[in-house]
């Protein structure tokens, strides 16, 4: 099995770009996925299959993979999106079905 | 609208059991199965098991095997997560979550608002 490790924080001011990094060696072979999580709501699916969109997410919200590295990018930052963001990808041989990264805290300065 | 809503709360002294609800509405229950997670305080999150809303087929992670039941109750459109044997690691909140049934690849498409179960005695 493997692990997704993600940076435990990223500050941006409003209407920059915030870039989020996932790292795992499983990640060349399975999709990624990334949520948002508010404090004391429920995870929001943001980006699937490294980069499709779900209907209703803003186009701000982004998604790219290289190697063994996923990244969700939030282009013109709003103070709305400050949340946790996390990752999570597929590990059917491993111990785990789903993998889950350590996630991120977006900060909007 | 499509929402999974859990049931409270709960605090349990080690060695009991605890049994969290999730509640669907909104779609067709029986056409997607539902995944349970868990988050320690300062952990990732962690993968519990699987039931197919269907037919009622699980399966459950090693690290809980033994301990954790996941039934449904398809008139209800609820699945339960049943804990057992609490000890203090499994302090945590609890999730539900909708395997999107290649709707979105092996994404959790929709989330429960999670349920926190402390044990302490």
């Known amino acids: 099995s493997y692990e997704l490790t993600q940076p435990p924080s990223v500050s941006v001011s409003p209407g920059q770009t915030a870039r989020i990094t996932c790292s795992g060696d499983g990640l060349p072979k399975q999709y990624a996925h990334w949520y948002q999580q508010k404090p004391g709501q429920a995870p929001l699916l943001v980006i699937y299959?490294?980069?499709e969109r779900p209907s209703g997410i803003p186009e701000r919200f982004s998604g790219s993979s290289s190697g063994t590295t996923v990244t969700l990018t939030i282009s013109g930052v709003q103070a709305e999106d400050e949340a946790d963001y996390f990752c999570q990808s597929t590990d059917f041989g491993g111990t785990y079905p789903y993998v889950f990264g350590t996630g991120t805290k977006v900060t909007v300065l | 609208q499509v929402q999974l809503v859990q049931s409270g709360a709960e605090v349990k002294q080690p060695g009991a059991s605890v049994k969290v609800s999730c509640k669907a509405s909104?779609?067709?229950?029986?056409?997607?199965?539902m995944r349970w997670v868990r988050q320690a305080p300062g952990q990732r999150l962690e993968w519990m098991g699987w039931?197919?809303?269907?037919?009622?087929?699980?399966k459950y992670s090693q690290k809980f095997q033994g301990r954790v039941t996941i039934t449904r109750d398809t008139f209800a459109s609820t699945v339960y997560m049943e804990l057992s044997s609490l000890r203090s690691e499994d302090t945590a909140i609890y999730y539900c979550?909708?395997?999107?049934?290649?709707?979105?690849?092996?994404?959790?498409?929709?989330w429960g608002q999670g349920t926190m179960v402390t044990v302490s005695s």
């Open positions: 979550a909708r395997d999107s049934s290649g709707l979105y690849g092996d994404a959790f498409d929709i």
């Open positions: 039931i197919n809303t269907d037919n009622g087929n699980t």
């Open positions: 909104g779609y067709t229950f029986t056409t997607y199965s």
């Open positions: 299959k490294d980069s």
